[in-house]
């Protein structure tokens, strides 16, 4: 047992993080597609890898791709702010300023915007910069930014 003032180790501090951390595994139909467009476009970190499969470092998540031949991600679409966002869908909550940097960077790869990078729910206590990008597999992902970092999690119901 730690008394209150020792110091934990680096083995301890990983293996905290790892325990907090969450683990998505998602298809892609074609890997090396995949790694051009998240260690590539979006600039993750690689992991381990196969020839059928690949870790990234998503902001301390673990993110593996799978290979499914033949796969391509089908979905709906819920009107979100009058947004027809892409159901499923996955991504980070980032700062303002990483956000709009990370646009930028998609922007410069040549990357297509499902919805282009904007502000919903203006004025109000959820408002938020968005954006959807599809990989290659057609997986949709989010990338957002309170503009008020405290509302992430606030309990409110939206009345739009």
């Known amino acids: 047992m730690q008394t209150p003032c020792a110091q934990s180790s680096p083995a301890e501090d990983a293996a905290a993080r790892a325990a907090a951390a969450f683990h998505?595994?998602?298809?892609?139909?074609?890997?090396?597609?995949a790694r051009a467009f998240y260690g590539g476009a979006?600039?993750?970190?690689?992991?381990?890898?196969?020839?059928?499969?690949q870790d990234y470092?998503?902001?301390?998540?673990?993110?593996?791709?799978?290979?499914?031949?033949?796969?391509?991600?089908?979905g709906g679409q819920n009107c979100v702010d009058g947004d027809p966002v892409p159901v499923p869908h996955f991504g980070l909550a980032l700062t303002v300023s990483a956000f709009h940097a990370l646009a930028a960077r998609l922007t410069a790869a040549g990357v297509p915007f499902e919805l282009a990078?904007?502000?919903?729910?203006?004025g109000q206590r959820g408002e938020q910069w968005c954006f959807f990008v599809r990989d290659p597999s057609g997986n949709a992902l989010e990338f957002k930014a309170m503009t008020n970092p405290d509302n992430?999690?606030?309990r409110y119901?939206?009345?739009v």
């Open 24 to 33: 998505l595994a998602l298809p892609v139909h074609d890997l090396e597609a």
């Open 117 to 122: 990078p904007h502000l919903r729910f203006e």
């Open 42 to 53: 979006l600039g993750l970190q690689e992991g381990r890898r196969s020839a059928r499969w």
């Open 157 to 159: 119901t939206v009345t």
């Open 152 to 154: 992430l999690f606030a």
């Open 57 to 74: 470092n998503l902001s301390g998540h673990q993110l593996v791709l799978h290979v499914v031949d033949g796969w391509v991600a089908q």
